[in-house]
Nanobody, 113 residues
């Protein structure tokens, strides 16, 4: 059974940092790329960042220079390091295995003073 479980969300002040984790199981993690999305109420999920199976990365323009996506194949885990957080980064963040179509349940990130 494939599982993707996000963690690391929470409440942080503007300018702060959080590190999200996505622990996966049930498939060959190292074979596939991973994606991070976010969603706010009433809006569609939007792509935040991608990381390929060999570590190549892509970012949405609105997070470039602030967020870093990474992976640890020994732990079957993907990460999203988020720095210089802004109130507009407030959302539920999801990890996604795009080729197989699996999603985690999400973790809430709230940026507020």
């Amino acid at each position: 059974q494939v599982q993707l479980v996000e963690s690391g969300g929470g409440l942080v002040q503007p300018g702060g940092s959080l590190r999200l984790s996505c622990v996966t199981s049930g498939y060959s993690f190292s074979t596939y790329g991973m994606s991070w999305y976010r969603q706010t109420p009433g809006n569609e999920r939007e792509l935040v960042a991608d990381i390929s199976s060999i570590g190549g990365t892509k970012y949405a323009d609105y997070v470039k220079g602030r967020f870093t996506v990474s992976r640890d194949n020994t732990k079957n885990t993907a990460y999203l390091q988020m720095n210089s957080l802004k109130p507009e980064d407030t959302a539920v963040y999801y990890c996604n295995q795009p080729f197989l179509g699996y999603w985690g349940r999400g973790t809430q990130v709230t940026v507020s003073s």
